[in-house]
């Protein structure tokens, strides 16, 4: 009786954790639909209300009408070129880094690793002023460097890659130096192979983050012809139309690369929140 009663009541829970699983589900899909009813309505469309929005007619005319009138092929290739380089150059650099603190002995490495990790409690806003006035003096302000170079050093990348090669057995890194292995040669041949579901993870947030940066390219890039995505869309927003069917086409077709990798690269985001310990 009481075997009966408990599978019951795991059931019930379950029922309930499933039933609440959807409705959060629903809660992000339904936005991301209202965006795409309205990126297919046609310019001018009546709305007497939200329902409406996904009721016909459609059309893909606003699609064909932003490619048109804006460069939003300029500014995919230019975020494609910036979220392609940052995250090979910044894990690359990482990765080194990590294995520098985690295998090469010298004075002060254990402050050096608390120096990096706390970068991880200042937020990118509060320095934003200073690497303006940096990247100002360099004289590379308006240019790819300028969207390139801050986003190479970034803590989480060396914390991550530092924790994991801390558990690489060191026997391994001895055989390779009586083999005549150098330390770029054990970086490179032993470490960053197994590092390979790390990578990928850090590859994937890496790639999102500078897809999606605004605030720094917003305030180093003036020239429209280096404009991102996220720069590119505001821009077109308050140049091109008042209306909300091209707005929304735009955030529709910025949203399809963040879908895509989304979908074939979940397992690794997944592995990705387990391995940064990141809570949503």
Same mark, same amino acid.
């Given at each position: 009786? *009481? ?28 936005? !991301? ?15 007497? @209300? ?8 459609? @059309? !893909? /005319?606003?699609?064909?009408?932003? %490619?048109?009138?804006?460069? #939003?092929? &300029? ?34 490495? &254990? ?17 934003? #002023? ?5 990247? *100002? ?23 991550? %890659? &530092? ?7 060191? /026997? ?18 032993? %470490? ?19 897809? *999606? ?6 305030? @180093?890039?003036? @020239? ?26 735009? *955030? ?10 989304? #979908?074939? %690269? ?15």
């Amino acid at each position: 009786m *009481n075997e009966t009663v408990g599978r019951r009541k795991r059931s019930l829970s379950g029922l309930l954790l499933h039933a609440a699983a959807y409705a959060a589900a629903l809660i992000f899909v339904v936005p !991301l639909l209202y965006m795409l009813f309205t990126s297919l309505k046609p310019q001018g469309t009546a709305v007497g @209300s939200i329902a409406d929005r996904f009721l016909p007619p459609f @059309s !893909l /005319e606003n699609y064909a009408y932003i %490619f048109e009138n804006a460069p #939003v092929i &300029k500014w995919t290739m230019n975020s494609l070129l910036i979220a392609a380089i940052v995250p090979v150059l910044s894990l690359t650099m990482a990765s080194l880094a990590a294995f520098a603190l985690s295998r090469i002995p010298f004075s002060y490495s &254990k402050f050096a690793f608390w120096f990096i990790l706390s970068g991880m409690m200042i937020p990118g806003e509060a320095t934003i #002023v200073s690497l303006y006035m940096v990247v *100002n003096r360099m004289g590379i302000l308006d240019t790819y460097l300028a969207l390139i170079l801050p986003g190479l050093a970034g803590p989480l990348g060396v914390v991550i %890659f &530092k924790q994991f090669f801390d558990r690489i057995p060191g /026997e391994l890194v001895e055989a390779a130096k009586m083999d005549g292995c150098t330390l770029f040669r054990i970086w490179w041949n032993i %470490f960053i192979p197994l590092s390979k579901p790390i990578i990928s993870a850090l590859m994937i947030f890496a790639f999102l983050g500078s897809w *999606n940066d605004f605030l720094w390219p917003f305030l @180093s890039i003036q @020239s429209e012809e280096l404009f991102t995505l996220p720069i590119g869309i505001p821009f077109f927003m308050s140049s091109y139309t008042q209306d909300e069917a091209l707005p929304m086409t735009v *955030n529709a077709y910025a949203s399809i690369p963040i879908i895509v990798i989304f #979908v074939i %690269f979940q397992k690794y985001i997944v592995k990705g929140i387990t391995l940064t310990g990141i809570k949503g």
